[in-house]
């Protein structure tokens, strides 16, 4: 009886050492590289409030992607927008000022602002490309275009997939992006709607033969794990949409682990999450800190509609300086990372509230408290600066 009483006991104890380890994320991880940035770093997708940004919405930002025509660069024929690579694949010339004299002016009001232009190829619209609806490179079922995502939306704004399996494809969309790159205008390119896949790694192949490893790439691959590309970017778009479950949030957490870890160095990782309406300020805290702890990249939390766009939060405004140190566990599920000028905590969905005493005053940024103890909740996250 005493013996079975004892294998009772010690198998209880395992049980609940395994249960404690699954319910506890994978906070101890290989450092992150110290880098020579200030933080927060913020990333404008696009637009901000509205469809007309201004230079004073921008230079907040650390990075800003949008489609070149964003940039007042055009492709050759007037019908080419945003969806896909030119038919030509050829710029046109008499555009290439436009964008060049942008640039230098926000780089000359942030000349720590990198640009970013997006190329698609996956996707078209007889609206907006120059490839008519008889061309041979359409993917095709049954002699039938196929629609991007199952979309059914108006005829006249249809998106339709390009045939990835032909070679010719994958080097025209090779070629928009090293004619791109070799204006000199920006950064790096933007690659959307992506797809982890043999495909997707020849073209990645050939845009780097074209223009080596200098310029950024990244790429959108959502919350999901691409680990057949991800060597040949520098960073991942994780377009999130709205997360609101705990193992949703612990699928953003790993992804962005694997992201960081993974990519090209220095890494330039975005983590873009839609919130429930635009007031929802805690889910943006929550955001940042997850990025501010796991990474050294980039963060925005976006409204619903219109899509992408973004406020400003004084959350963002750069006040933590550069890292001093690697991830550490907080809580039950949360992490922590010390920065020059303060802390940085965050708490998931699923965790529990928690307690952060410090052996000074600190300057709580979410409700504006000095205190030396500050209360973390749940599905929340905070900076907390010195107070000087």
Request: glycine share 6%; hydrophobic share 40%.
């Amino acid at each position: 009886m005493k013996l079975l009483t004892l294998f009772l006991a010690v198998f209880a104890f395992i049980l609940t050492s395994c249960n404690s380890n699954n319910s506890t994320p994978p906070v101890v991880l290989t450092p992150l590289p110290m880098v020579d940035k200030t933080f927060p770093s913020s990333l404008l997708a696009w637009n901000m409030e509205n469809a007309v940004n201004t230079d004073e919405q921008i230079i907040k930002h650390d990075m800003w992607l949008h489609v070149p025509e964003g940039f007042g660069v055009y492709w050759e024929g007037w019908n080419m927008r945003f969806c896909s690579p030119s038919m030509s694949g050829r710029l046109d010339q008499r555009t290439i000022f436009n964008g060049q004299e942008m640039v230098d002016r926000l780089r000359f009001k942030n000349p720590n602002l990198k640009f970013l232009v997006q190329v698609g190829f996956t996707e078209g619209s007889d609206a907006t490309t120059d490839f008519p609806p008889d061309h041979p490179w359409w993917l095709r079922v049954n002699g039938q275009r196929v629609l991007m995502n199952n979309q059914n939306p108006p005829p006249e704004t249809n998106s339709y997939r390009f045939n990835l399996d032909l070679p010719e494809v994958r080097q025209h969309a090779a070629d928009a992006c090293a004619t791109l790159l070799n204006t000199g205008i920006w950064d790096g390119i933007f690659l959307d709607v992506w797809e982890d896949d043999s495909n997707h790694l020849d073209i990645l192949t050939r845009i780097r033969a074209a223009v080596g490893n200098g310029p950024i790439i990244m790429a959108n691959c959502n919350y999901n794990i691409c680990p057949l590309t991800i060597g040949l970017l520098d960073g991942i778009y994780m377009e999130c949409g709205l997360i609101n479950t705990a193992s949703a949030w612990k699928k953003v957490q790993d992804a962005l682990d694997y992201n960081e870890r993974h990519v090209r160095q220095p890494a330039y990782n975005y983590l873009e999450i839609t919130l429930a309406d635009r007031t929802d300020e805690t889910v943006m805290r929550a955001t940042t800190s997850l990025a501010l702890t796991r990474s050294n990249g980039y963060i925005c939390a976006v409204a619903p509609k219109p899509t992408h766009f973004h406020d400003w939060y004084d959350f963002w405004n750069k006040s933590l300086g550069k890292p001093t140190s690697s991830t550490k566990a907080i809580g039950t599920l949360g992490s922590q990372r010390e920065f020059e000028n303060g802390t940085v905590a965050f708490n998931p969905l699923g965790g529990i509230s928690f307690q952060i005493t410090f052996p000074e005053v600190r300057l709580n940024l979410a409700n504006g408290i000095r205190s030396l103890t500050h209360t973390l909740p749940p599905n929340d996250g905070g900076i907390y600066l010195y107070v000087k």
